[in-house]
């Protein structure tokens, strides 16, 4: 019953930008949202997360570069991406630490994931 819709991605060149955006339907309550990613041979990997006070968390591969913010209102996450270099390159899935209904105890929940290409 869940669904969280990513958008955004695609491909740009080293130094670019882009905008991913996750929002979420059938969720009643969020705690932390985030978005992770997965290279070709390589394990999906944190990029970073916010919490439902705003708290943020970035992996050190992206400080300074990547910024997430969210519309908790609208159950939405997003994540800025700037000084894009070619190892950013995955495919980038949305997740939510969420409730479905008042009464279930939360749970994670992922969004179908979006192609990032960074390259020449």
Known sequence: QVQLVESGGGLVQPGGSLRLSCAASGIVSINR???YRQAPGKQRELVA???SSGS???ADSVKGRFTISSDNAKNTVYLQMNSLKPEDTAVYY???YARLRAWLPEDNYWGQGTQV???S
Do not use: L
Request: hydrophobic fraction near 35%; glycine fraction near 6%.
């Open 56 to 58: 943020t968390n970035y």
């Open 117 to 119: 290409t960074v390259s």
């Open 33 to 35: 949202m985030g978005w």
């Open 49 to 51: 997360t916010i919490t």
């Open 94 to 96: 949305c997740n939510m």
